[in-house]
Protein backbone atom coordinates (compact mmCIF):
# COMPACT_ATOMS: atom_id res chain seq x y z
CA UNK A 1 0.00 0.00 0.00
CA UNK A 2 2.22 2.97 -1.07
CA UNK A 3 1.19 6.35 1.05
CA UNK A 4 3.22 8.77 -0.75
CA UNK A 5 2.69 8.57 -4.97
CA UNK A 6 4.57 9.69 -7.79
CA UNK A 7 2.60 9.13 -10.75
CA UNK A 8 4.57 10.42 -13.23
CA UNK A 9 8.01 8.15 -13.72
CA UNK A 10 9.19 10.75 -15.99
CA UNK A 11 9.28 14.27 -17.01
CA UNK A 12 10.98 16.10 -19.41
CA UNK A 13 10.84 20.26 -20.23
CA UNK A 14 12.85 23.11 -22.05
CA UNK A 15 15.24 25.00 -20.06
CA UNK A 16 13.87 28.04 -18.99
CA UNK A 17 10.16 26.41 -18.81
CA UNK A 18 8.91 25.83 -15.59
CA UNK A 19 8.88 22.31 -13.99
CA UNK A 20 5.92 20.84 -12.28
CA UNK A 21 6.18 17.53 -10.48
CA UNK A 22 3.43 16.19 -8.76
CA UNK A 23 2.88 14.13 -5.17
CA UNK A 24 -0.13 12.35 -3.86
CA UNK A 25 -0.91 11.19 -0.34
CA UNK A 26 -3.06 8.76 1.27
CA UNK A 27 -2.63 8.91 4.90
CA UNK A 28 -4.02 11.83 6.51
CA UNK A 29 -1.84 11.75 9.90
CA UNK A 30 0.83 13.20 7.42
CA UNK A 31 1.62 16.55 8.74
CA UNK A 32 5.28 17.50 6.96
CA UNK A 33 6.04 17.11 3.70
CA UNK A 34 9.87 17.16 1.75
CA UNK A 35 11.22 17.18 -1.58
CA UNK A 36 14.68 15.55 -1.97
CA UNK A 37 16.72 15.61 -5.72
CA UNK A 38 18.83 12.79 -6.04
CA UNK A 39 21.84 12.75 -8.74
CA UNK A 40 23.40 9.27 -10.20
CA UNK A 41 25.38 7.60 -7.70
CA UNK A 42 24.85 10.18 -4.88
CA UNK A 43 22.32 10.65 -1.70
CA UNK A 44 19.02 12.15 -2.10
CA UNK A 45 19.85 15.79 -1.11
CA UNK A 46 16.68 18.20 0.83
CA UNK A 47 15.66 20.47 -1.20
CA UNK A 48 12.52 22.24 0.37
CA UNK A 49 9.84 21.36 2.56
CA UNK A 50 6.11 22.37 3.73
CA UNK A 51 4.18 22.04 6.98
CA UNK A 52 0.47 20.98 6.55
CA UNK A 53 0.02 24.38 8.50
CA UNK A 54 0.84 26.14 5.12
CA UNK A 55 -0.01 25.46 0.95
CA UNK A 56 2.69 27.39 -0.20
CA UNK A 57 6.49 27.68 0.13
CA UNK A 58 8.74 29.23 -1.76
CA UNK A 59 12.83 29.18 -1.87
CA UNK A 60 14.54 30.48 -4.47
CA UNK A 61 13.58 28.72 -8.05
CA UNK A 62 11.68 26.43 -5.83
CA UNK A 63 7.94 26.78 -5.13
CA UNK A 64 6.18 23.68 -2.60
CA UNK A 65 2.26 23.70 -3.32
CA UNK A 66 0.15 22.04 -0.66
CA UNK A 67 -3.31 21.43 -0.89
CA UNK A 68 -4.41 19.30 1.92
CA UNK A 69 -8.18 18.95 0.84
CA UNK A 70 -7.06 16.99 -2.35
CA UNK A 71 -4.09 15.33 -0.46
CA UNK A 72 -1.97 16.52 -3.22
CA UNK A 73 1.29 18.76 -3.31
CA UNK A 74 3.34 19.98 -6.05
CA UNK A 75 6.84 21.02 -6.71
CA UNK A 76 7.35 23.93 -9.03
CA UNK A 77 10.75 25.04 -10.81
CA UNK A 78 10.85 27.92 -12.52
CA UNK A 79 13.15 28.75 -14.55
CA UNK A 80 14.33 25.21 -15.16
CA UNK A 81 18.03 24.50 -16.21
CA UNK A 82 19.67 22.08 -17.69
CA UNK A 83 21.57 21.24 -13.99
CA UNK A 84 18.01 20.44 -12.48
CA UNK A 85 18.22 17.54 -14.34
CA UNK A 86 18.16 14.49 -11.32
CA UNK A 87 15.29 12.17 -10.12
CA UNK A 88 13.34 14.22 -7.65
CA UNK A 89 11.54 12.58 -4.27
CA UNK A 90 8.31 13.31 -2.22
CA UNK A 91 8.53 12.32 1.07
CA UNK A 92 6.20 12.47 3.87
CA UNK A 93 6.62 12.90 7.85
CA UNK A 94 3.61 11.83 10.58
CA UNK A 95 2.98 13.26 13.58
CA UNK A 96 1.56 9.99 15.01
CA UNK A 97 2.80 8.61 18.39
CA UNK A 98 6.72 9.00 18.79
CA UNK A 99 7.18 7.90 15.28
CA UNK A 100 7.09 10.99 13.04
CA UNK A 101 10.90 10.77 12.45
CA UNK A 102 9.84 7.93 9.93
CA UNK A 103 9.75 9.87 6.31
CA UNK A 104 7.56 7.93 3.44
CA UNK A 105 8.78 8.38 -0.10
CA UNK A 106 7.13 8.03 -3.09
CA UNK A 107 8.98 6.35 -6.01
CA UNK A 108 10.77 9.29 -7.50
CA UNK A 109 10.24 11.35 -10.73
CA UNK A 110 13.48 11.94 -13.03
CA UNK A 111 13.25 15.50 -14.74
CA UNK A 112 15.43 15.75 -17.62
CA UNK A 113 15.84 19.59 -18.50
CA UNK A 114 16.97 20.09 -22.11
CA UNK A 115 18.87 23.14 -23.11
CA UNK B 1 33.74 17.73 6.32
CA UNK B 2 31.56 15.92 5.64
CA UNK B 3 28.57 14.27 5.39
CA UNK B 4 27.35 10.89 5.82
CA UNK B 5 30.08 8.99 4.24
CA UNK B 6 28.95 5.05 3.63
CA UNK B 7 31.27 1.86 2.60
CA UNK B 8 31.86 -0.26 0.53
CA UNK B 9 30.33 1.89 -2.57
CA UNK B 10 29.54 -1.18 -4.35
CA UNK B 11 29.08 -5.25 -3.30
CA UNK B 12 28.55 -8.37 -4.96
CA UNK B 13 27.71 -11.28 -3.37
CA UNK B 14 26.78 -14.58 -3.90
CA UNK B 15 23.23 -15.64 -2.69
CA UNK B 16 23.75 -17.04 0.72
CA UNK B 17 26.65 -14.81 1.72
CA UNK B 18 26.67 -12.39 5.00
CA UNK B 19 27.71 -8.78 3.98
CA UNK B 20 28.13 -5.74 6.10
CA UNK B 21 27.52 -2.45 5.17
CA UNK B 22 29.01 0.60 6.95
CA UNK B 23 27.34 3.69 7.96
CA UNK B 24 29.53 7.30 9.16
CA UNK B 25 26.99 9.65 9.92
CA UNK B 26 27.54 13.40 10.67
CA UNK B 27 29.85 14.32 13.52
CA UNK B 28 27.01 15.46 15.77
CA UNK B 29 24.30 13.83 14.49
CA UNK B 30 22.21 11.72 17.57
CA UNK B 31 19.74 10.07 15.09
CA UNK B 32 21.10 7.86 12.31
CA UNK B 33 18.56 5.77 9.54
CA UNK B 34 18.91 3.56 7.17
CA UNK B 35 16.77 3.04 4.18
CA UNK B 36 16.83 0.54 1.13
CA UNK B 37 15.81 1.70 -2.65
CA UNK B 38 15.14 -1.77 -4.66
CA UNK B 39 14.76 -1.02 -8.71
CA UNK B 40 12.08 1.08 -9.41
CA UNK B 41 11.21 2.03 -6.68
CA UNK B 42 11.33 4.52 -2.89
CA UNK B 43 12.97 4.93 -0.43
CA UNK B 44 11.67 2.16 2.44
CA UNK B 45 12.53 2.95 5.99
CA UNK B 46 14.36 0.18 7.85
CA UNK B 47 15.81 1.43 11.21
CA UNK B 48 16.17 3.97 13.28
CA UNK B 49 18.77 4.77 16.19
CA UNK B 50 18.10 7.63 18.49
CA UNK B 51 20.88 8.32 20.78
CA UNK B 52 21.09 5.55 23.74
CA UNK B 53 17.34 4.98 23.13
CA UNK B 54 16.07 1.31 21.79
CA UNK B 55 16.48 0.96 18.06
CA UNK B 56 13.19 1.13 16.32
CA UNK B 57 13.45 -1.84 13.87
CA UNK B 58 9.76 -1.84 12.58
CA UNK B 59 10.80 -1.61 9.12
CA UNK B 60 13.59 -4.56 8.65
CA UNK B 61 12.12 -6.75 6.30
CA UNK B 62 13.14 -10.20 7.90
CA UNK B 63 15.22 -11.64 10.58
CA UNK B 64 17.95 -11.60 8.69
CA UNK B 65 18.60 -8.45 8.56
CA UNK B 66 20.45 -6.64 11.80
CA UNK B 67 22.15 -3.30 12.65
CA UNK B 68 23.72 -1.89 15.26
CA UNK B 69 25.18 1.45 16.47
CA UNK B 70 28.19 1.59 18.14
CA UNK B 71 29.16 4.43 20.49
CA UNK B 72 26.37 6.49 19.19
CA UNK B 73 28.39 7.35 15.88
CA UNK B 74 29.44 4.42 13.12
CA UNK B 75 26.38 1.92 11.92
CA UNK B 76 26.72 -1.42 10.57
CA UNK B 77 23.94 -2.98 8.61
CA UNK B 78 24.31 -6.73 8.60
CA UNK B 79 22.64 -9.17 6.21
CA UNK B 80 22.77 -12.99 6.82
CA UNK B 81 22.28 -15.60 4.14
CA UNK B 82 21.76 -13.12 1.43
CA UNK B 83 19.17 -13.05 -1.11
CA UNK B 84 18.55 -11.80 -4.76
CA UNK B 85 15.82 -10.25 -3.65
CA UNK B 86 18.08 -8.05 -1.10
CA UNK B 87 19.86 -6.31 -4.36
CA UNK B 88 19.60 -2.65 -3.81
CA UNK B 89 20.65 0.52 -2.92
CA UNK B 90 21.21 0.49 0.97
CA UNK B 91 20.82 4.37 2.24
CA UNK B 92 21.89 5.81 5.35
CA UNK B 93 21.15 9.09 6.44
CA UNK B 94 22.04 11.21 9.64
CA UNK B 95 20.10 13.82 11.52
CA UNK B 96 20.78 16.29 14.31
CA UNK B 97 17.80 14.90 16.40
CA UNK B 98 14.63 13.34 15.31
CA UNK B 99 12.35 16.15 15.69
CA UNK B 100 11.25 19.62 13.70
CA UNK B 101 13.99 21.02 12.09
CA UNK B 102 16.60 18.73 13.28
CA UNK B 103 14.80 16.26 11.52
CA UNK B 104 16.42 17.09 8.18
CA UNK B 105 17.59 14.06 6.64
CA UNK B 106 21.36 14.33 5.37
CA UNK B 107 22.12 11.14 3.13
CA UNK B 108 25.08 9.48 2.10
CA UNK B 109 25.86 7.84 -1.52
CA UNK B 110 24.32 4.30 -0.79
CA UNK B 111 25.75 0.80 -0.88
CA UNK B 112 24.88 -0.89 -4.15
CA UNK B 113 24.17 -4.36 -3.12
CA UNK B 114 23.97 -7.24 -5.54
CA UNK B 115 23.04 -10.46 -4.52
CA UNK B 116 24.19 -12.98 -7.58
Known amino acids: DQQVKQNSPSLSVQEGRISILNCDYTNSMFDYFLWYKKYPAEGPTFLIS?????DKNEDGRFTVFLNKSAKHLSLHIVPSQPGDSAVYFCAARGNSGGSNYKLTFGKGTLLTVNP | GAGVSQSPSNKVTEKGKDVELRCDPISGHTALYWYRQSLGQGLEFLIYFQGNSAPDKSGLPSDRFSAERTGGSVSTLTIQRTQQEDSAVYLC??????????????FGPGTRLTVL
Open chain 1, 50 to 54: ISSIK
Open chain 2, 93 to 106: ASSLGPRGSYNEQF
